[in-house]
Every structure is written in structure tokens, then in C-alpha cells.
């Protein structure tokens, strides 16, 4: 087991430790300096990290390093902008000797990947819309085996392994029971639009079969999952002969979701399930960003702000 984690990490401390680079760039600082920026983790959280007033000999050395390594450093936890930050003085990558597990370093869903697979097929088969039971078990069926490890996003909420089925499992199961006090709602629209409205992750990403993500493809970048979804949503569903009403609803769900233009979205909810769509995804991100940024806080106690948030800091209540 790791000595320290990133959740007990204070202000003012020394120490070594070992963590897994998420992101990493070689920079120049304001006095022409490089310096290294990068973004280490564990199972517990993210923080970033700067190794300042790399000389130019060092460059090649430190270069070697990239996301998905595990290392050890030397640091001090600093503050900057109200956030943790560390201030690296070594750096070494690791080895044999440092008898790493790597469950240590990856945060993971609560739940596994099968189960919450099956959960979410099941409620796929039991739909009584037969084009919508069709539809979403052949999506679900054909990125199977991605989403049995895929994060739902490169960083922010569910980036973790199984982070995208476990967004959506709690996304269904909050649609599933507000459909019983909203009863104007077509519970099997929403489900759909549940498993369906952000399949195309799995390309959108790129990910390792830890869940852990060096950032976009380029289909991801040029595109994103919304228009990646719609594409292929309607392939399918002309092949599935849905009519033209069906389909069209269902692709407006997919580029509605995001809700506003500047998030992605050309268009805003026009009909009820796709509204309860939009703040279904909201509200599992925010309690998921409010979740984790409470991990390692005492009760009593704020977490430091979480720029998801909107650069809130969270409260834990005192238990009883």
C-alpha cells in the first residue's frame, strides 16, 4: 500500500511519494526558464505539480517521462489560487524494487463493469418500445467492450475506470424513478436517452484499459459525441426502420443535452424527455464533483474550491 495519498496531503509538507502522471507539458516560465506542468494522481484525487528551472541538459531526461507512469518525487505541498499544488524537487520513475500496485493509482467506479453492464441491458430489454429495446441493445452490444473500462471524460467528473457506466447506471436509475412522480414522461425515451447520449465517449477519448485517459482522438476534437452520436445513431436507426419522427427525437436528445451552445449543444430541449435528459446529466455530474471533493475532508470542514463547481468549496457536515 502507498504511504500517502493525495486526500492527506497538507499545506507546508515535506515528502516522498509515489503517483501516476495524468497530463504532462514542458513549458517556459515568465524568465525564460522550462519548466515541467503536469497533473499526477492516485485512487484518491488529482493534483498538479511543477518542477521549476529545468536546465536545458535536463530537458532530454525529464522528457522521458509521459501520462500513465507511475513515479516517485520529492516534494512540498504549496497553495496557489486556493488549490493544492506541489513544488517537485526529484523526480525518478520507478521500478521493480518500488513493488507498485496499480490499483493504488487509479480511481475506479464503486461497482464493477460487468454488473453495471447488466443492469443497464436489462433495462434496455425491458423496454416495451421495441425500436427503442432494439436500438440501445445494439448500441450497448456493439461498445461493449470499450465501456467495460471507459472513463466518462479525460478529467472532471467520472474520470475513472467504469466511470462511464457508472455515470450512466445512476443517470437510469434517477430517470426510472422520476418518471413515477413526472407520469407525462415516456420512461422509455428517457432511458433510452440515457444509454444512448453519451455512447460515442468511447471514441470521442482516448483511453488505456485502466480507464485512464491521455486526452482526445481526433475524431474527438474535430467533432465531439454529440455529432459522433448522431451520426451514428442514424445509420442504425434507418436500419432498424424507425420512423422518421422516432429518429429525429432521438437525435435531438443526443445534440440537445448539453444545453447551451458554448457547452457543445446547437439546439435546447424541445420536449419533455429531452429536458429531464439534460438535467439528469447535470445533476449526477454535480453530485459526483460534490462527492469527490469531499474525499479525505474531515467532517466540519471545506474541500478547496472545485473549479466545476464554479470555484465553490464544499462543506461535509459533522456526523449526527
Request: hydrophobic share 40%.
Amino acid at each position: 500500500m502507498k504511504d500517502i495519498y493525495i486526500a492527506d496531503l497538507n499545506v507546508g509538507q515535506e515528502f516522498m511519494g509515489y503517483f501516476m502522471i495524468r497530463q504532462l507539458a514542458v513549458k517556459k516560465a515568465s524568465n525564460g526558464r522550462n519548466y515541467m506542468d503536469l497533473m499526477l494522481a492516485d485512487k484518491t484525487g488529482e493534483i498538479s505539480a511543477k518542477k521549476w528551472d529545468l536546465a536545458d541538459e535536463a530537458l532530454e531526461r525529464e522528457r522521458q517521462y509521459g501520462p500513465g507512469d507511475v513515479i516517485k518525487v520529492a516534494a512540498q505541498v504549496t497553495e496557489f489560487k486556493g488549490m493544492k499544488q506541489l513544488r517537485l524537487s526529484r523526480i525518478r520513475m520507478t521500478n521493480k524494487e518500488d513493488n507498485i500496485d496499480i490499483t493504488d493509482y487509479i480511481k475506479a467506479a464503486p461497482e464493477s463493469g460487468p454488473s453495471m453492464y447488466e443492469f443497464i441491458y436489462s433495462a434496455a430489454m425491458d423496454m416495451a418500445d421495441l425500436d427503442l429495446a432494439k436500438l440501445c441493445t445494439m448500441q450497448l452490444e456493439k461498445h461493449k467492450e470499450k465501456l467495460l473500462y471507459y472513463p466518462a471524460a479525460s478529467k472532471n467528473h467520472h474520470a475513472e475506470m467504469c466511470g462511464l457506466l457508472w455515470h450512466m447506471k445512476r443517470m437510469l436509475m434517477s430517470g426510472q424513478a422520476l418518471c413515477k412522480v413526472y407520469t407525462n414522461l415516456d420512461p422509455d425515451l428517457v432511458s433510452a436517452g440515457v444509454i444512448l447520449h453519451d455512447l460515442q465517449k468511447t471514441t470521442e477519448i482516448l483511453s488505456d484499459e485502466l480507464g485512464v485517459s491521455s486526452g482526445y482522438s481526433f475524431e474527438g476534437k474535430m467533432l465531439g459525441h454529440l455529432v459522433l452520436g448522431v451520426r451514428e445513431l442514424d445509420k442504425d436507426m434507418a436500419a432498424l426502420q424507425f420512423s422518421d419522427e422516432k429518429r429525429i427525437m432521438i437525435e435531438h436528445m443526443i445534440l440537445s443535452h448539453h444545453y447551451e451552445p458554448e457547452f457543445g449543444s446547437p439546439v435546447r430541449p424541445l420536449f419533455p424527455e429531452a429536458e429531464m435528459l439534460h438535467y439528469l446529466d447535470v445533476l449526477d455530474a454535480k453530485m459526483y464533483d460534490m462527492e469527490d471533493a469531499l474525499l479525505g475532508i474531515q467532517p466540519g470542514d471545506f474541500s478547496e474550491r472545485v473549479w466545476t463547481l464554479n470555484n465553490r468549496t464544499i462543506y461535509k457536515r459533522k456526523n449526527g
